[in-house]
């Protein structure tokens, strides 16, 4: 039996009761949302940004945000569960050993294993799975005396995150055949002084403005640290559309095309005399 809730924005400011209105005999356990805004009609919005399920007993085992945050971080791995019996991806570690690197007050997170599969495909039971503390996987916790799975996780973070030090838009590619590809490497070698060589999270929606998570496309690339790709071919029938990306940069990535710009504006005026 599991029970969901469903949160409004900032995560902990607006959050409803635990819902548990059905369990698992017959069919399964059904919690769906037009049931329980008939059940509980004052209780819960009619268009919540987020959903967290656990059982009954507080064991989490999913976390989706609904609202989609064009801002996403890098994927972080810190911990292997063959070392220490757990793969702890907990916020607060993260903090330290990335500092500047994730947005204080993250709204969504997305976990898989380092392979790429979804955390809850595993099969694992999980400690912590959620954007406040972030995720945590104990073998001692496993059933059948399994372990866990090597997971990597990621954040999705305000809009004001990835404008601190951010780049232009890039657009050097169309959704023609085979897909639309906005690969960081090939920014670099195009217009290197544009974009910084490690970048802390990226930005991608369409040339019309729409954020890429609400489109409907499946994307093979989407990491700060490599850049975004969507395939044709991987759309079930449809095709990719056309996309630009933005970069947030380290804040001394900033300062030093900051004064780069001064020295070049120096120059221009010093050539005028």
């Known amino acids: 039996m599991r029970r969901l809730y469903l949160v409004g924005f900032p995560l902990l400011e ?25 059940r509980y009609p004052l209780q819960v919005c009619t268009q919540p940004i987020a959903i967290e399920v656990t059982t009954i007993s507080g064991t989490p085992f999913f976390f989706s945000v609904l609202y989609s945050s064009a801002c996403v971080t890098r994927w972080f791995d810190s911990d292997d569960p063959e070392t220490n019996g757990r793969d702890s991806e907990l916020l607060s570690g993260l903090f330290s050993k990335y500092p500047g690197y994730i947005c204080p007050n993250p709204i969504g997170i997305e976990v898989q294993t380092i392979s790429g599969q979804p955390a809850y495909q595993t099969g694992n039971i999980f400690q912590v799975y959620n954007p406040v503390f972030g995720f945590a996987c ?86 700060p640290l490599l850049g975004f790709k969507c395939v044709n071919e991987q759309q079930g029938g449809g095709v990719c559309q056309d996309y630009k990306v933005c970069y947030t940069c380290p804040k001394s ?20 005399y």
Do not use: H, M
Request: charged share 20%; net charge negative.
């Open 138 to 223: 104990v073998n001692a916790g496993q059933t059948g005396g399994g372990l866990c799975a090597d997971y990597k996780v990621r954040f999705s973070c305000p809009e004001k995150f990835c404008t601190s030090c951010r780049t232009s838009w890039f657009d050097r590619d169309d959704p023609d055949d085979p897909g639309d590809s906005e690969i960081l490497t090939d920014i670099q070698i195009i217009i290197p002084p544009k974009v910084c060589s490690l970048p802390i999270a990226i930005e991608v929606t369409t040339i019309s403005g729409s954020p890429a998570l609400l489109t409907g496309n499946l994307f093979q690339l989407f990491d």
């Open 253 to 272: 990535f900033c300062k030093i095309q900051v004064l780069s710009n001064l020295t070049i504006e120096a120059a221009n005026i010093l050539d005028k």
């Open 14 to 38: 607006c959050r409803t009761p635990w819902f548990d209105r059905d369990d698992p005999s017959g069919l399964g356990d059904n919690e769906t949302l037009s049931l329980l805004l008939i």
